[in-house]
């Protein structure tokens, strides 16, 4: 069973820094692709980055240049520069075997609190 915990979530001042933390389990790294998706209230969860289980990163336009998905051992990372009030949301960590471009990804965490206010 694919278990995600997401931590590193909390409140910075625009143009600050923070990283979240996926931690994986019954999910090899070498067959599944990992997501860090985001949602405010009243809105469509949106797709963030993705790391693939080749290695290949994606990015959405909103974030590219600011934001770095990475993977080591089981733990997904998202470092996220620059932030923007705009960059607050519920993140969210999930996974699937199919591509970071499937409809719905198949394991979710419980997502996690990121706010950028002054």
């Known amino acids: 069973q694919v278990q995600l915990v997401e931590s590193g979530g909390g409140s910075v001042q625009p143009g600050g820094s923070l990283t979240l933390s996926c931690a994986t389990s019954g999910a090899p790294s070498t067959y599944y692709n990992f997501g860090w998706f985001r949602q405010v209230p009243g809105k469509e969860r949106e797709g963030v980055a993705c790391?693939?289980?080749?290695?290949a990163t994606y990015y959405a336009d909103s974030v590219k240049g600011r934001f770095t998905v990475s993977r080591v051992g089981t733990t997904i990372s998202l470092q996220m520069n620059n932030l923007k009030p705009e960059d607050t949301a519920v993140y969210y960590c999930a996974a699937d075997r199919s591509s970071c471009f499937v409809p719905k990804f198949g394991a979710w965490g419980q997502g996690t609190q990121v706010t950028v206010a002054s």
């Open positions: 790391v693939s289980s080749r290695g």
